[in-house]
């Protein structure tokens, strides 16, 4: 039972174009979701979280998306950068339960920015 | 300001033995949480603990076992490891329960 999806498993972008990666998810408890960068053999680096309270959130390149209705965020990269070739993934967790620490993590999208 | 520090890096054990895992969080993180990923399962929950006690646990047999100090670093035990063990287990910290700063892991290869 996934209950987050990222159903791309890679990515293709020209460097200077907008890169979109997108996340589904299914249980509706979920009210806080975070995006991780990830080289091989690393831990994720964190990027842009967004509350379930707001439907988008914005850092610098980095735009996340929240349509609640649909269980569905997405991460906008603009413009996009040869060092932000990694993967990608999405995390979800219940703030307001007990899942204390859980984040629940999607499969990854490979991102690879062409120069 | 310094990050989460796992320790070791790397590690090879045999089938059978048991394996210990350090992490310490950033300072003032007093929520610790360990993941384990591997290319079929992804990146997977396996506990949580806060003031030394285990809050949260997943979906893993009880060969899997943590422990944290007064001091908020932690440890995970696998004991009796089997080839599947294999994977890079990674430990994050938090101090107010929304984000979630991850260390470098430790990659366990059992043969």
């Known amino acids: 039972d996934q209950q987050v999806k990222q159903n791309s498993p890679s990515l293709s972008v020209q460097e200077g174009r907008i890169s979109i990666l997108n996340c589904d998810y299914t249980?509706?408890?979920?009210?806080?979701f975070l995006w991780y960068k990830k080289y091989p053999a690393e831990g994720p680096t964190f990027l842009i979280s967004?509350?379930?309270?707001?439907d988008k959130n914005e850092d610098g390149r980095f735009t996340v998306f929240l349509n609640k209705s649909a269980k569905h965020l997405s991460l906008h990269i603009v413009p996009s950068q040869p060092g932000d070739s990694a993967v990608y993934f999405c995390?979800?967790?219940?703030?307001?339960?007990?899942?204390?620490?859980?984040?629940?993590f999607g499969q990854g999208t490979i991102l690879t920015v062409h120069p | 300001k310094a990050g989460v520090t796992q320790t070791p890096r790397y590690l090879i054990k045999t089938r059978g033995q048991q394996v210990t895992l350090s992490c310490s969080p950033i300072s003032g993180h007093r929520s610790v949480s360990w993941y384990q990923q591997t290319p079929g399962q992804g990146l997977q929950f396996l506990f949580e603990?806060?003031?030394?006690?285990?809050?949260n646990k997943g979906n893993f047999p009880g060969r899997f076992s943590g422990r944290q100090f007064s001091n908020s670093r932690s440890e995970m035990n696998v004991s009796t490891l089997e080839l599947g063990d294999s994977a890079l287990y990674l430990c994050?910290?938090?101090?107010?329960?929304?984000?979630?700063?991850f260390g470098s892991g430790t990659r366990l290869t059992v043969v």
């Open positions: 994050a910290s938090s101090r107010t329960g929304s984000g979630y700063t």
């Open positions: 249980n509706s408890m979920f009210d806080y």
């Open positions: 967004i509350s379930s309270i707001k």
């Open positions: 603990y806060f003031s030394e006690t285990q809050r």
């Open positions: 995390a979800a967790f219940d703030a307001g339960g007990t899942s204390y620490g859980k984040l629940t």
